[in-house]
C-alpha cells in the first residue's frame, strides 16, 4: 500500500521534481580510496534510481569499495564508500 510520500510526483507537481537521467542530475564525484587515499573521479549513473548500491574498484589500486549513492530531489548526490572487505 503506498503512503503517498514519494510516488505522487507523477500526478502532484508542487515540487516540480526532476527525472533522474536527464542531464540535471551528477554524473561524476570525486571520493578517497579507503584502502589507499587517493581521490577517484568516478562516474555516476542518475538512471538507475535515486538510491544506489555497488561494487565499485579503486582506479589506484584496484580495491573493491562498497559504493553507496543517493540523489535528492534537487540532483545534487551524497556518496558514501566503504572498504568492501573488512
Ligand atoms: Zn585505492
Known amino acids: 500500500m503506498a503512503d503517498g510520500v514519494d510516488d505522487d510526483w507523477t500526478e502532484d507537481d508542487l ?8 542531464g540535471t542530475a551528477e554524473t561524476e564525484t570525486i571520493v578517497n580510496c579507503p584502502y589507499c587515499g587517493e581521490a577517484n573521479e568516478i562516474s555516476l549513473d542518475p538512471g538507475s534510481g535515486s538510491e544506489q ?7 589506484v589500486c584496484c580495491h573493491p569499495w ?21
Not at 515540487?15 to 536527464?22: Q, S, V, W
Not at 559504493?67 to 556518496?79: I, L, R, T
Open 15 to 22: 515540487d516540480d521534481e526532476f527525472p533522474l537521467g536527464d
Open 53 to 59: 548500491e555497488y561494487i565499485e574498484d579503486c582506479q
Open 66 to 86: 562498497l559504493m553507496y549513492v543517493k540523489y535528492a530531489s534537487d540532483g545534487s548526490v551524497e556518496v558514501d564508500v566503504y572498504a568492501s572487505d573488512s
